[in-house]
């Protein structure tokens, strides 16, 4: 099992910045990669940015690119994401999910951290 906790969200204007940070602690010799969703209200939950673990191969959605920056710290097993010229759209809840060596999809979630983006 693994367990992961996200913090840094909140209220910022647009034009701002925040940056999330993703703890996770358990069974984390075995992550392959680490990733942030975000699920905006009546809206599918959709991949932002993610980032391998061994090798630190990066991918962002398009609509975050050049605005975004995901990062990781190895030995704490953390991984951030640094959200500059945020836009009202990209108010979510942001999920930190972590997937494992040998597996086909991140099996595990954190609870959700609110960012909203005031116009």
């Known amino acids: 099992q693994v367990q992961l906790v996200e913090s840094g969200g909140g209220l910022v204007q647009a034009g701002g910045s925040l940056r999330l940070s993703c703890a996770a602690s358990?069974?984390?010799?075995?992550?392959?990669?680490m990733a942030w969703f975000r699920q905006a209200p009546g809206k599918e939950r959709e991949i932002v940015a993610s980032?391998?673990?061994?090798?630190?191969?990066?991918y962002y959605a398009e609509s975050v690119k050049g605005r975004f920056s995901i990062s990781r710290e190895l030995r704490k097993y953390t991984v951030y994401l640094q959200m500059n010229s945020l836009k009202p759209e990209d108010a979510a809840v942001y999920y930190c999910?972590?997937?494992?060596?040998?597996?086909?999809?991140?099996?595990?979630w954190g609870q959700g951290t609110q960012v909203n983006v005031s116009s």
């Open positions: 999910a972590t997937q494992v060596v040998g597996g086909s999809t991140y099996n595990y």
């Open positions: 358990g069974r984390t010799a075995s992550t392959y990669a």
């Open positions: 980032i391998r673990w061994p090798g630190g191969h990066t």
